[in-house]
């Protein structure tokens, strides 16, 4: 019996180079499509088959499809100052992944989106989300969604984290009760393998959370444990951090625009699992 090959798009990424170790420790070939000299390739298994292109082309990445079974699309722009970006990649660029998938006729999309499309109130980033998500349900290919929170270490953590560290005064909005349910991205790797794999997942949509809920605070506190550091932290509410003095201080460090970063410092992101751990056997563990 031939082995299945998996097509991770946005393979070299944090979560990629975790997502490919698990699939194949799971018997898998695996093959990735990144972008033009992403030099993140080097810390691949050199057995992965690398194909570079922009998913924006299809041209340029359809012959990463061919003698594909199963696609994993992790491709995304996570942060930008510019709006478009998020719609042209995250969105239209997921159409184009999802047509070659189709012309190429590969038996099961899984498409990585974040739990942010969950939001009451939705950045560029989070339509742009929610949108390729209706692409991929409208495909007729079979599919499974995942929603991950938070991942360690990913971009948008890593971006709270120097905000941390570096920020003389680390001033907190709604007194930094906005609960938070990171994930390790080795956690995330494994239960994305898990849910490509199970029948159990055809056509559902799942949260995909770190075992603990966490406030911001506490996540706060726990980053400056981790770095032997200490700092005021200032609690306040939340009409304060719409002045331009919080602007200054915390979004241009952040590089995001104002409404994505006040997005992430506001909303809740603590999605119960049980349907994952029921369904494909989900048991992350604490970040910290």
């Known amino acids: 019996m031939s082995q299945k090959m998996v097509l991770i798009t946005g393979g070299a990424g944090h979560l990629g180079v975790s997502l490919c170790e698990a699939f194949q420790k799971k018997g898998f070939l695996v093959r990735v499509l990144v972008l033009p000299q992403d030099k993140r390739v080097s810390l691949l298994d050199p057995t992965i088959e690398v194909f570079y292109g922009d998913i924006q082309n299809p041209s340029e990445i359809e012959a990463a499809f061919k003698n594909v079974d199963l696609i994993c699309h992790l491709a995304a722009v996570l942060i930008s100052k510019d709006k478009e970006v998020f719609d042209k990649v995250n969105h239209k660029g997921t159409q184009n992944v999802v047509d070659l998938a189709k012309k190429y006729h590969l038996k099961k999309f ?17 339509k742009s989300k929610l949108l390729a998500e209706q692409v991929v349900q409208n495909s007729k290919i079979p599919y499974t969604i995942l929603r991950p929170t938070l991942v360690k270490n990913g971009v948008e953590y890593l971006a709270f984290q120097t905000y941390v560290l570096k920020t003389p005064i680390l001033f907190l909005p709604l007194k930094g009760r906005a609960i938070k349910r990171p994930v390790l ?10 849910a490509s794999v199970s029948y159990n997942t055809l056509n559902k949509t799942y949260a995909l959370a770190g075992a603990k809920p966490y406030t911001l605070a506490e996540m706060a506190q726990n980053i400056l444990i981790d770095f032997k550091r200490k700092k005021k932290i200032v609690l306040f509410p939340l009409f304060l951090c719409r ?21 992430g410092f506001i909303f809740d992101a603590n999605p119960s699992i049980e349907k994952a751990q029921k369904d494909f056997n989900y048991m992350p563990k604490s970040i910290f």
């Open 110 to 126: 899984i498409y990585v989106s974040s739990f942010s499309v969950t939001y009451p109130s939705l950045t560029p980033y989070g």
């Open 185 to 194: 991205a080795s956690d995330l790797a494994q239960g994305i393998v898990e």
């Open 243 to 263: 002045l331009l003095v919080f602007f200054q201080l915390v979004f241009k460090r952040m590089k995001l625009k104002p409404e994505q970063a006040l997005a």
